[in-house]
């Protein structure tokens, strides 16, 4: 059984820094919504504040579960902490994201029967910072798009941060409506809002749920890995392959290579290790490698 490989790849350093500009971003956007929006009751500005604020619980999140997920193998996670992310999702989904959607429903859609009621201050206010929001938004998402390489965490924030482009416009267009005279688009911005947030925390639940309980990598990876595998001088087959991912870049993979009949035991054992190197470029964690003698009946190979 090969060892681990456990190391902070240029990705994963890459993956860190966009999610630290992430949380600055929110944190500095919140406050601006949350000002403006005591400032003028656009309700709209208070759902997309409620989103800013559930985005930088996840990124938050991710962020801390980002270095834990870095730390060694253990005795008692064997396997690393890979998943840390994955469980920091999942909380996030659940306590923060869905409560945020479900209180955003609660206060809008009466809103809906009662839009005349409302008042409004500062509606030029409001559209300035919903704009200003949109362009520090766009910052990390396209550092985030110009980044080669992405990390499992740095592509679900990419989502994230166009889905908040999304919320933004919805939030600006309602506003504009209430300018014109229109107050029912205020609490139906918010509902659009609510329902993006709701849509999030599907999303992030159903993917690291997936993750949590053992979700193989993608058949083109796999079909890789049996690939390296066959392409080792020795293997005469590869079969049996299994593999799990662990964390965002890191797959624990066994499979069964078939070997020459009669062939020594030291030559099997150094087919085994190149194969457990070879497929270890790709999966960074464990490979257990078992050679099994080619059955009877098949034609003889020459190779050593």
Request: charged fraction near 15%; aromatic fraction near 6%; proline fraction near 3%.
């Given at each position: 059984?090969?060892?681990?490989?456990?190391?902070?790849?240029?990705?994963?350093?890459?993956?860190?820094?966009?999610?630290?500009?992430?949380?600055?971003?929110?944190?500095?956007?919140?406050?601006?919504?949350?000002a403006v929006y005591f400032m003028s009751g656009v309700m709209a500005l208070l759902a997309e504040a409620l989103h800013t604020l559930s985005d930088l619980f996840v990124s938050g999140f991710l962020l801390a579960a980002m270095y834990v997920a870095r730390r060694a193998p253990d005795r008692v996670h064997?396997?690393?902490?890979?998943?840390?992310?994955?469980v920091a999702a999942l909380v996030a989904a659940t306590l923060f994201i869905s409560f945020t959607s479900f209180e955003l429903y609660r206060e809008a859609i009466p809103r809906l029967f009662k839009a005349q009621e409302a008042e409004y201050q500062n509606l030029p206010w409001v559209i300035g910072v919903l704009v200003v929001s949109m362009l520090i938004a766009a910052a990390p998402m396209v550092k985030l798009v110009r980044q080669k390489t992405r990390g499992a965490a740095a592509k679900?924030?990419?989502?994230?941060?166009?889905?908040?482009?999304?919320?933004?416009?919805?939030?600006?267009?309602?506003t504009l409506f209430v300018v014109w005279g229109k107050p029912i688009a205020d609490p139906l911005a918010a509902v659009v809002v609510a329902?993006?947030?709701?849509?999030?925390?599907?999303g992030l639940f159903r993917e690291n749920a997936s993750f949590l309980m053992g979700r193989s990598p993608e058949p083109?990876?796999?079909?890789?890995?049996?690939r390296l595998a066959r392409a080792v001088p020795g293997v005469l087959d590869v079969h049996d392959l299994r593999a799990e991912q662990s964390?965002?870049?890191?797959?624990?993979?066994?499979l069964h290579i078939e070997v020459r009949r009669?062939?020594?035991v030291e030559d099997s054992d150094q087919i085994a290790e190149e194969v457990t190197r070879q497929i270890q470029r790709v999966t960074k964690g464990?490979?257990?490698?078992?050679?099994d003698a080619q059955a009877p009946g098949f034609p003889r190979d020459s190779s050593p």
């Open positions: 059984m090969a060892t681990p490989v456990i190391e902070v790849d240029k990705k994963g350093t890459e993956d860190i820094g966009s999610l630290q500009l992430t949380v600055g971003v929110y944190a500095l956007v919140l406050v601006m919504k949350l064997t396997f690393g902490h890979g998943r840390a992310q994955n679900a924030q990419l989502t994230e941060l166009v889905n908040d482009e999304l919320g933004l416009v919805a939030a600006l267009v309602g329902t993006i947030i709701a849509y999030n925390a599907v083109e990876f796999l079909e890789e890995i049996e964390g965002p870049d890191t797959v624990h993979a066994g009669g062939l020594p464990y490979c257990v490698v078992h050679v």
